[in-house]
């Protein structure tokens, strides 16, 4: 009898328990939703906007604070509110309700797992004679509004729109971006280059007046690109999404973008056959053979790691899957034998990229090493690369990161592009050729401009090879060379020694950093204090977007 006595009690106390449990639950609930609703109000939201103009106005002109927060404020607000004023969401992480629940990310058996079956680290191959080109050009920006003789020092964030001033025919060191006559020299002139396979093209292709942006205004700019690049080069394409490329820019909703990919779909058939377009039309990356080299290359889509993208507060987990579906691609191609380039826009390392994605990324690269023999970015606009940290204990590093300077001129740059030498028996890299548009010798139109290869990589930082230990030397003698570290930073900034500033110890320092690591936390840690101020305003961000964690029904 006592024993019936207890169960009752215990399930009687339990279901109390339970009912008062659900009220406090189903509380919450109502005070977050009313919440939500309250600030997801159109005055509410429109409120907010002006309030934020008239702040930014101090700083900055008025319509460009108008354009960019009306442009973003709504995007803003409910991905904001959609996490973080989420019932489910804020009651479970208060410990109101029990569920659902989140689960943190165990990143450790990731690694595990991905690493398990890791073959033996192959090393760096001698290379024989014959090799091929590889053409990548990035950040092409280009302004079809640009105007030779403009101002070229305008206080708008972008000039050499309007005015008088002493903008060139052919481009203008400064807040400018590059004139569509520039992109058409430089297609005539790859037309004549011999050995060129491919082109990369990793990119934001429109100009830099976001807070004006429009979606067709933007694809439009692309749609011109498409055209001169098709009218002049007869050799493959393999382009990709810039964050540019975005309307909102950076802002891409993962499975909610079939506007901006069905555009670029169009535009890119004939360079990405049936099976590349099918696989873009999900999510903007895809998987393609290159028949004349036997490079499989891979083009990512950046904007799923992007820490500006906004719309990944509410799930920055492997969006769209697109890292599950790298080690897919990869493993095959191992398999296959298949060498890899791997394209992308957003470097890991840079204070754009989201750490947890790049920290994911670095297990694949360390993973399969000895497949992959390429990865090309943009994004910077600067001269760099990001070393990959390896994760076997007393290897040297397993991968570069190379992030090419842009072809626009924004800001303070030289049009560039560049070569990557490959090696035909090996398919491992054998040089890179870095070209430029000097526009201190072209001025007019009567200048007959020419590209110059300004340097290659073996002579300019005397190198032995191309191999990832070789820049890891390079890492170090950044950190201690002050001679050194000038001319590497002329060339960092896209220019020539005469035009270049003075790297001080600062400089020096925060170069250091970005080279040395392909995760932007520890980036941020190497040179916390010295890191210009918008890289703090990024991990904020960082933080914003959160851990990566699992919705547990």
Avoid at 33 to 52: C, P, Q, W
Avoid at 161 to 170: D, V
Avoid at 217 to 235: A, H, P, Y
Wanted: net charge negative; with cysteine; charged share 25%.
């Amino acid at each position: 009898m006592k024993g019936y006595l207890a169960i009752f009690l215990l399930v009687f106390l339990g279901s109390a328990y339970d009912s008062h449990t659900r009220i406090e639950c189903a509380s919450c609930h109502l005070m977050v939703k009313a919440l939500r609703e309250g600030i997801d109000n159109n005055l509410v939201i429109r409120s907010g906007e002006d309030f934020l103009i008239n702040i930014c106005s101090v700083f900055e002109h008025h319509d460009i604070c108008q354009g960019l927060i009306r442009i973003f404020g709504k995007s803003y607000t409910e991905a904001v509110t959609g996490k973080y004023l989420n019932p489910e969401f804020v009651c479970s992480s208060f410990g109101v309700c029990p569920t659902p629940q989140y689960l943190m990310e165990n990143f450790t058996a990731y690694e595990e797992e991905i690493l398990k079956d890791m073959p033996e680290i192959q090393p760096w191959p001698e290379t024989g004679d014959k090799t091929f080109m590889v053409l990548q050009v990035t950040d092409i920006h280009v302004d079809f509004f640009y105007i030779p003789g403009s101002d070229a020092s305008c206080n708008s964030p972008l000039c050499c729109r309007n005015g008088t001033g002493n903008a060139g025919y052919w481009g203008t060191l400064g807040k400018c971006d590059v004139p569509s006559q520039t992109v058409e020299i430089f297609l005539k002139q790859v037309k004549e280059m011999e050995n060129i396979k491919f082109v990369a093209w990793t990119g934001d292709n429109p100009p830099h007046d976001v807070w004006a942006y429009e979606r067709e205004k933007e694809m439009d700019v692309t749609k011109k690109l498409v055209k001169m690049f098709k009218k002049e080069l007869s050799m493959p394409v393999y382009p990709i999404i810039g964050n540019h490329e975005c309307f909102p820019i950076d802002l891409f909703k993962p499975d909610h973008e079939k506007q901006l990919i069905k555009e670029l779909s169009k535009l890119w058939k004939g360079w990405l056959g049936d099976d590349q377009i099918k696989q873009f039309s999900a999510n903007g990356f895809y998987s393609a053979f290159d028949k004349k080299t036997g490079f499989r290359i891979l083009g990512l889509n950046n904007e799923l790691g992007d820490l500006l993208n906004t719309w990944l507060i509410l799930n920055n987990t492997d969006s769209a899957g697109m890292l599950a579906w790298l080690r897919k691609e990869l493993y095959s191609a191992e398999q296959k034998n298949e060498p890899v380039i791997i394209l992308g826009h957003i470097p890991n390392g840079d204070s754009y990229m989201d750490s947890h994605w790049s920290r994911h990324y670095r297990v694949l690269a360390n993973r399969f090493q000895n497949t992959i023999r390429g990865q090309f970015f943009g994004h910077t606009h600067n001269d760099e690369f990001f070393v990959v940290h390896s994760l076997i204990p007393g290897a040297s590093s397993p991968g570069v990161l190379f992030a090419a300077p842009s072809f626009g001129t924004y800001t303070d740059h030289n049009p560039s592009f560049r070569l990557y030498e490959y090696d035909w028996q090996t398919h491992h890299l054998v040089n890179i050729h870095q070209y430029r548009l000097p526009l201190y010798k072209y001025r007019s139109p009567d200048d007959t401009a020419l590209f110059e290869e300004v340097f290659n990589f073996k002579d300019e930082y005397n190198m032995a090879d191309l191999s990832p230990s070789s820049f890891e030397k390079i890492v170090e003698k950044m950190k201690t060379d002050n001679v050194f570290a000038q001319t590497y930073y002329a060339n960092w900034m896209g220019q020539y020694s005469f035009e270049s500033n003075k790297c001080d110890e600062r400089c020096q320092r925060y170069i250091y950093c970005r080279l040395q690591s392909d995760v932007f936390d520890e980036v941020f840690e190497c040179d916390r204090f010295g890191a210009p101020s918008y890289i703090t305003s990024h991990y904020f961000y960082s933080k914003l977007q959160g851990s990566w964690e699992y919705l547990i029904e």
